[in-house]
């Protein structure tokens, strides 16, 4: 009887050192995660605006210090959220961030303009309700005459409830002689666009300046 209860004195101690054992790699583990949740929490904010437009509040940020960066914009009516907030991957750093209502709707819409150097220029736009948000696509592709020399680098504006669009051109003069080459003058083109309440911008003004 004696040696029996010795048996099971050890298989207790021994299942007891394993279940120890188990719960001291959870704490490891957890420990872990910790430490990456803290790093990805220390990632460097490279800008931030609060914006009011009526009754609306809206706190903008981008987290990050190389080409592609996150956005985050959280919509408010007083403390409470009104929406999941918006997040997602931008390029560039954000030049501005404004609030307009451009169609008339009553709905406030943010506008965030990037210095990304790419065709189209860096353009995010949302319109908001009290219970979500609508993105807004950039004006696209420049058409026509307006397009003759563009080459991207676009700088975005709003004025007058409209949106500018800048951008350089550059235009071939003749030399004087044939053996100079054509000198460059670089200009620059504003488009202005108007947005409709279907959500699609429609184009305005064409103005070339130097």
């Known amino acids: 009887m004696k040696a029996s209860a010795l048996v099971l004195l050890g298989a ?9 054992s188990s719960r001291g790699v959870v704490e490891d583990t957890s420990i872990e995660t910790s430490t990456a949740e803290s ?3 220390t990632e460097p904010v490279s800008f931030t ?4 437009q009526g009754t609306s509040r809206f ?7 190389s080409a592609q960066r996150q956005l985050t914009i959280r919509s408010y009516r007083g403390a409470a959220l009104t929406s ?3 997040r997602l991957d931008i390029n560039g750093a954000v030049r501005e961030a404004v609030t307009g209502d451009l169609n008339g709707n009553g709905k406030p819409e943010i506008y965030i303009f990037t210095d990304a150097a790419t065709a189209n220029g860096g353009f995010y736009g949302y ?8 993105p807004i696509t950039g004006p696209g592709m420049i058409t026509g005459v307006a397009a003759v020399g563009y080459a991207g680098k676009d700088t975005y504006t709003l004025s007058n409830n409209m949106l500018s669009r800048t951008f350089p051109i550059t235009s071939g003069t003749a030399s004087a002689t044939a053996a100079e080459p054509a000198a460059a003058t670089p200009t620059s083109r504003t488009i202005t666009y108007k947005l409709d309440p279907s959500g699609k911008w429609v ?3 064409v103005m070339d300046g130097q």
Do not use: N, W
């Open 127 to 134: 319109e908001f309700t009290d219970r979500g948000y609508t």
């Open 49 to 52: 605006k609060d914006l009011t």
């Open 203 to 205: 184009m305005g003004q």
């Open 12 to 20: 207790s101690l021994v299942a007891a050192t394993a279940c120890d």
């Open 84 to 86: 999941d907030p918006v």
């Open 39 to 41: 790093t990805v929490a």
């Open 59 to 65: 706190e903008i940020r981008t987290t990050g210090a």
